[in-house]
Nanobody, 118 residues
């Protein structure tokens, strides 16, 4: 059973920064990709950033140049460094892991709240 536990959310002022962590149970090298999604009230969950097992990353246009996703295989942890925060970054942030074996299997963390005040 895969468990993903996020931490690091909280309150920040606009222009500030926060760092999120996602600790996985077991080795993260087994995942084809890991990423961060977010869901704001009344909106659909959206991809923020993703990193594949080989290292390539993708970012939502809204966070390019402000957020950085990284992974530490030794610590089984994925990180999201968030800078130049904006009030529109306010959302619940979810860690995601994907395993592709004949089909795509998604795993999700419980989410962590990020609130950016103006």
């Amino acid at each position: 059973q895969v468990q993903l536990v996020e931490s690091g959310g909280g309150l920040a002022e606009a222009g500030g920064s926060l760092n999120l962590s996602c600790a996985a149970s077991g080795s993260i090298s087994r995942f084809n990709a890991m990423g961060w999604y977010r869901q704001a009230p009344g909106k659909q969950r959206e991809l923020v950033a993703r990193i594949t097992s080989g290292g390539p990353t993708i970012y939502a246009d809204s966070v390019k140049g402000r957020f950085i996703i990284s992974r530490d295989n030794a610590k089984n942890t994925v990180y999201l460094q968030m800078g130049s925060l904006k009030p529109e970054d306010t959302a619940v942030y979810y860690c995601n892991a994907v395993i592709i074996v004949h089909r795509v299997v998604d795993y999700w963390g419980q989410g962590t709240q990020v609130t950016v005040s103006s």
